[in-house]
């Protein structure tokens, strides 16, 4: 955890010349990991929130995608993320290649060190946290000492930055655009990512927000059996309620026939609901025969209607 939480101290500058919204959890998330391990829920929602209305982002010049990467780090950091810590290193190293990338394509020459070459100083100062990571053995305050000193190497790599921020630029915004409040969304706002028909119910943030009381809702899942035999369904969309069992459901065969069961017809030609308790999101994430997405209530109604017909598309 040390290593990567190393990581997010240098990228904290990054987030303050952005006035991002993440900073604060950011920096929540470094506090716990180097202290006591405990993180406040909350924080962790927000990160995940922020990297749900975000998306799948394909512009790495825009600031969001920087906001994003170092939200997701943080998530990984505090144990919540989807892969191991060791991985933010990686991240963080690309994450400062692709900014150097940019500012060399902005000024359209080589950049001075000091200036644009991030991904250099990155990798140097990721051998510098190796170093406090062997040594802690026997001098257990080594990771603390490094921490402070990248700590106090912030505002000066701030103005560097901001620099930068100004070379290409970028301008304070949300995952909605330039106009977005974030956290704190306005009802003008038609395109707020808070208005989405389809809101997960599987992330860390609504997962969280169900620990602290917010009222569950059925949510509908898209499981693919990766060993079907070519006579057996291989894909199954699942209405799944909030005591976690099966509602209804959609089996598909390889020849494009569906077949549904529900509360009142729970068994039909071989394809039945399930009789006990639906696994835990990380359960079928970790099954390595199957492929399992979230979907949404859109989705699940249209494919009922077709089961309803028997084929797909029909």
């Not at 035999?229 to 699942?238: H, K, L, N, Q």
Request: with cysteine; charged share 25%; proline share 5%.
């Amino acid at each position: 955890m040390a290593s990567g939480t190393l990581c997010l101290i240098r990228l904290l500058p990054l987030l303050e010349v952005l006035e991002s919204s993440v900073r604060q959890p950011v920096d929540e998330v470094i506090r716990g990991c180097l202290g006591s391990g405990e993180i406040a829920d909350g924080f962790l929602i927000s990160l995940d929130e922020f990297c749900e209305a975000v998306g799948p982002l394909q512009d790495f010049d825009h600031p969001a995608f920087f906001e994003q990467s170092v939200a997701g780090m943080a998530l990984i950091a505090a144990g919540a993320g989807e892969l191991a810590d060791a991985r933010i290193s990686e991240q963080a190293a690309g994450v400062w290649s692709t900014l150097t990338r940019l500012v060399n394509e902005q000024s359209r020459a080589p950049a001075s060190p000091g200036v644009a070459d991030f991904a250099e100083l990155e990798r140097s100062a990721q051998r510098e946290d190796e170093r406090a990571l062997v040594s802690r053995e026997r001098d257990p305050m080594a990771v603390i000492r490094r921490a402070d000193q990248l700590a106090s190497a912030g505002p000066a790599m701030t103005a560097e930055l901001s620099k930068v921020s100004a070379l290409l630029g970028w301008r304070p915004s949300g995952p909605c655009g330039p106009q977005c409040t974030w956290p704190a969304c306005e009802s003008s706002a038609s395109n707020c990512v808070r208005r989405r028909a389809f809101r997960p119910q599987q992330r860390l943030a609504a997962r969280l927000g169900r620990k602290q009381g917010a009222e569950p809702r059925p949510w509908y899942l898209i499981s693919i059996n990766l060993l079907a035999a070519d006579d057996e369904p291989f894909e199954f969309v699942t209405e799944i309620g909030t005591d976690g069992y099966e509602l209804r459901k959609v089996a598909q065969y390889m020849d494009g026939r569906l077949i549904c069961v529900d509360r009142d017809h729970q068994r039909r030609g071989g394809v039945e609901l399930g009789s006990e308790r639906v696994p835990s999101w990380t359960e079928l994430e970790a099954d390595e025969d199957l492929h399992v997405e979230e979907t949404s209530a859109e989705f699940f109604e249209r494919r009922w209607k077709e089961g309803l017909t028997g084929f797909i598309g029909h």
